[in-house]
């Protein structure tokens, strides 16, 4: 119906406008869900239109999770193949990466020139000027463009190869869910095309870099350190379904860097933030020594669903595990390059 059409055109924007937007971040919960879920849109029709049009605002956390939401619902009954469980939905990455954001205080304005995103100000704003929740195209989100026809999304014209990917994505839900292959292989086909689609939006999103010189050195190198990493992921097609995106995000620091933090060693901050700063770190600063090799052998050992499956369970150890050692990381992909 009309309705799904425009929510479809909505979550392709949203999925654009949120650039910086990977699976890997640290998450606050409640009740299970991600911070906040209860006060989120169930239904299309709980959202902000004018003149019968939709307008969600991406600028506004709740708006955007509400987003994050619907497009779970939509797509769940084509992802049964995934697992067991009720959150499955790779989708589910987006919405708790986001959720640490917030909580975190790295959505709010960091240039200090407003209260956005500030707990004592306007807490639901999601601030133009932070790295971390740059829009590229720097508008809200508006699916009034995008209601009638795919050329109404010129708007998006920057974005053309992210939004053929996350068309790509969206098209094969359906023949994906109905096809004779294995669980297994059908679940490694959607995430692959999906992490496709992700790093596309990526690429797309290199203007978004200027917003760091707002941050510490610190922040900086974790923030650089973050977007590497969704290389490793994507590689891996990484399965960001709740539990397993928990797992992963639940390690990132629970504030933004500041001049002079330098892991293991901040006070403020977890075992367990430290130890994944320090890993965030050391995979960066391995593959720029190795001239940006570590990624590509990484990429090239990810080549079939065997060895993308040890892939998961390799950055699983690596992220989470503080006497897991980086040696065999190093030996794996070295093992894996040479099997491929």
């Known amino acids: 119906g009309s309705e799904t059409i425009m929510l479809r055109f909505a979550a392709l924007g949203l999925l654009l406008a949120s650039a910086v937007t990977l699976s890997s971040s640290a998450v606050v919960l409640e009740n299970g869900l991600p911070n906040l879920w209860s006060q989120t849109a169930s239904q299309v029709t709980e959202l902000p239109t004018q003149d019968g049009i939709l307008t969600p605002n991406a600028w506004n956390y709740l708006n955007r999770q509400s987003l994050y939401r619907l497009m779970i619902a939509g797509t769940d009954p084509y992802l049964t193949y995934m697992g067991t469980t009720q959150t499955e939905n790779p989708f589910w990455g987006l919405a708790l990466q986001l959720g640490w954001m917030q909580t975190s205080g790295r959505l709010a304005d960091p240039s200090g020139s407003t209260t956005c ?21 720097k508008r809200n989100l508006n699916t009034k463009h995008s209601q009638k026809s795919l050329g109404g999304l010129s708007p998006y014209k920057i974005y053309s190869d992210a939004m053929t990917k996350w068309d790509a ?91 002079g933090d330098a892991s293991p060693n901040i006070a403020d901050l977890t075992e367990e933030e430290n130890y994944s700063l320090t890993i ?30 040890k892939g998961k369970e ?27």
């Open 117 to 137: 995103g500030l707990q004592t100000g306007d807490a639901m704003c999601i601030s133009p000027e932070s790295f971390w929740g740059c829009k590229c195209n």
């Open 169 to 259: 994505f969206f098209q094969a839900l359906k023949p994906t869910s109905e096809s004779t292959l294995p669980d297994n292989e059908k679940k490694d086909s959607i995430l692959g095309l999906y992490w496709t689609a992700q790093m596309a939006t990526t690429y797309s999103s290199s203007t978004c870099s200027v917003k760091k010189s707002h941050y510490s050195a610190e922040e900086q190198s974790f923030a650089d350190s973050w977007l590497d990493s969704a290389e490793y992921v994507a590689a891996a097609h990484f399965h960001s379904n709740l539990e397993k995106s928990v797992l992963f995000l639940n390690p990132l620091p629970s504030r933004i860097l500041r001049a």
């Open 280 to 309: 965030f770190s050391w995979m960066k600063n391995i593959n720029t020594i190795l001239g940006g090799s570590m990624v590509r052998m990484w990429k090239g050992a990810m080549c079939s669903v065997t060895t993308r499956e």
């Open 314 to 340: 390799l950055l699983e150890q690596l992220l989470t595990n503080p006497s897991f050692p980086t040696t065999t990381f190093l030996s794996f992909i070295t093992e894996m390059t040479t099997a491929c």
